[in-house]
């Protein structure tokens, strides 16, 4: 199948949101579709799967011009939209989720279950995956639950498949096991469009690439004909210069310790240190038990042993507050579940961690509020309208910027970053490597959970690896690269 | 932007041009219902509603809900007449039902935070409990001799320069609400437990503290209504207060108040509140039977949330 988007147009009330934009997809290709946050890829793709209809321009499959009403339209016309919120059912099993709505049925309406597990069976054999077709949903890994959603497209026998940011919460073998999926669609003719701020998988993966910048077209490359430098300074219009801006911090004393931190069944025997000013990623695949070592730290997990230590004195952190009392600032992985109040006003947001600073024995003071929120909307470049600006309508990278204000203002000496850039963009990504090393310069010891390998090389002055609960080594900068980091974070032994 | 500013203005509005659209109509056709004393008598019974709603707003806001609160009316009137036919001084005996009050409320709250129940089923639990209790207690019978004490008379019966004192209550009541929920770290608290308790329980928010506090305002406020009531019944009931929790949750509800939590303002209740209240006394001085007063009732309540979701 092959599809062609001309000039298209789009506004949200009055806010153009595509302007003339459009891309070509060819058959059986995998082709790219990158811009920052906001560029309009999900809209233009939304506008081609029937979500949302055009303002202008056409829209072209095999030659003929087709407007889809819905996406029911879209995917019998085998064009199949997989978001990046998994539209999956939690409590369904497998086999509920990938007949919904289109059970096969016997007389009187009664569900054929026997001729559904056949039909799941064969695509599931398809695909490669080994997953019960029986099980619920809630007990599969995101990345099973993706196949799933792979599974339901070749259902429909799709033949254009457009997965947004399907890697962005799946392990390394998971991302392994899509890319290998997604490479055998193309062999058999599917079309796949991959919209991903990974450079490196899209350069890994993809055949084409078409980039978007401000809802307008801005090229298509071919990637053997392109380079990562190339493809960046497209999206955003700039050279960005150094990824990772340099630091000039000074590092000094141990200010944090962690001893024998043990979870039973979670992690084990954990203990580290982090000296002021400096900053420790913390590498290892996903459900290593990163995330769940710095909740632990925080007071936020159950059962928790082992001893913390705040520039020499033990510390005792049962819950958030205490942590927070204690000194100790902490930046979820999810922004929009653990990070902010979607539906609330910036102000509010970065009120709720400062409420002690900006009132008087529990009665709020308006100036001290306004004078707090303005300061962080300057300091961090929060782009919005103002200080009540609702949190949903900002970028990902404005919004991660908010959960940032929240806590420097907290005045944490140890600041703990679950994956600090997911889903944001270059640009935005840059401004918070800065505000990162500032913290840094001012003496705050930082500690950096990501996932992403290249974000933790070029911003941690240590790498710690974790597998599977267990702390495997400490890497300084001279000896943390790509493959000793994998070998720690995959079982493997270094060489001495 | 200045076109969606200006239509959240009105939905913001929304409630407050439904009162005065009903108090117009019913107005116009009625001489009787425009006069200065029936709006008087008005609000001093709309105040019973009143406090209740200002509680279940407070509990709403954090995400649950309070359907013990005319149990707790009728258990702290209980208590508070037994105390006072049994001679104990009329003000010791009113300050016990508030903390009697308080403490019901915090049960329930208890129920939520540690017990870890849905808001629902936990107050549905203590709503039973406090009424059978209430029964228990009364042995099913009011108690009544409750002497000639100025101060009880004067809650529900008296007035200052005109005006009943259950009105100025509901006043003085209203302005702390709203002081509290806007203009301090309880308040901000409160909405944010409600709005997304994980985010504001790693602010450092103590979530179930604050949703205790709130069920214990609520509880506190049912127990003020109940002084009124008795002061203006001259005895307790065990039937007191029964489907009083709906009135409650209805004007929240009118009030545009997010059901989920987290959204909705105090004078919006407030709001919520007189409709209801014009409501009762318009479509009674109206004449309209008690039959089609709750179909129209429901049906304005309808209209009114209708116009008040988003889009």
Partial sequence: MQIEMRGIDKSFGGNAVLKSAGFLLDHGEIHALMGENGAGKSTLMKILTGVYTKDAGTVLVDGQEVCYKNPQEAEQAGIVFIHQELNVLFDLTVEENMFLGKEIKKS??????????????????????DIDPGQRMNELSVGQQQMI????????????????????????????????????????GVSIVYISHRMEEIFELCDRITILRDGSYIGTKKIKETDMNDVVKMMIGREIGERYPAREAKIGEVVFEVKGLTCPGVFENVSFQVHAGEVLGVSGLMGAGRTEIMQAIFGNMPNVSGEIYLNGARIQNKNPQEAMKNGIGFITEDRKVEGLMLEESIMKN???????????????????????????????????FG????????????????????????????????????????????????????????????????????????????????REGVLRGILHKEEANQENIMILATGGELNE | MNNKKASNYIQDLGALIALVLLVLIIGAISPEFRTVS???????????????????????????????????????????????????????AMILALLIGVAFGLLSGLLVTKGRLQPFIATLITMTVYRGLTMIFMDGKPIS?????????????GNLFGIPIPVILFLIVFAIFVFVLEKTTFGRRIYATGSNWKSAKLAGVNIDMTKMAAYAISGCMAAVSGLIL?????????????????????????????MNGGRGRIWKTFVGVLIIAVLNNGLNILGVSSYYQDVVKGFVILVAVMSDQKR
């Fill in chain 1, 108 to 129: 009187f309406g009664i569900c054929d279950k026997k001729a559904m597990r056949h039909e799941v069976r064969k695509i599931l054999d398809r695909l490669g995956v």
């Fill in chain 1, 149 to 188: 959603e792979i599974a339901k497209a070749l259902m429909v026998d799709a033949q254009v498949i457009i997965m947004d940011e399907p890697t962005a919460a799946l392990t390394q073998s998971e991302t392994t096991v899509l890319f290998q999926v997604v490479n055998s669609l193309r062999e058999k």
């Fill in chain 1, 350 to 384: 970065i009120s709720i961690a400062n409420l002690g600073k900006i009132s008087k024995s529990g009665i709020l003071s308006k100036e001290s509020e306004d004078a707090l929120v303005k300061r962080g909307i300057e300091e961090l470049h929060i782009k919005c």
């Fill in chain 1, 387 to 466: 200080p009540q600006h609702e949190c949903n309508n900002l970028s990902g990278g404005n919004q991660q910027k908010v959960v940032f204000a929240k806590w420097i203002y907290t005045d944490p000496k140890v600041l703990i970053l679950d994956e600090p850039t997911r889903g944001v963009d270059i640009g935005a990504k840059k401004e918070i490597y800065s505000i990162i090393n500032e913290l840094a310069e001012k003496g705050v010891a930082i500690i950096m959970v990501s996932s992403e390998l290249p974000e933790v090389l070029g911003m941690s002055d240590r790498v710690m690896v974790v």
């Fill in chain 2, 38 to 92: 029936n709006f008087l008598s008005l609000l001093r019974q709309s105040s019973i509603n009143g406090f209740i709603a200002f509680g279940m707003t407070c509990v709403i806001l954090t995400g649950g809900i309070d359907l013990s609160v005319g149990s707790v009316l009728a258990l702290t009137t209980a208590f508070c007449a037994s105390f006072i036919s049994g001679g104990m001084p009329v003000g010791l």
């Fill in chain 2, 145 to 157: 001799n409750l002497g000639d004490s100025f101060l009880l008379k004067l809650v529900g019966k």
């Fill in chain 2, 230 to 258: 008795l002061s203006r019944l001259g005895s307790a009931q065990p039937t007191l207060g029964d489907g009083y929790e709906l009135d409650a949750i209805a004007a929240v509800a009118l009030g545009g108040t997010s």
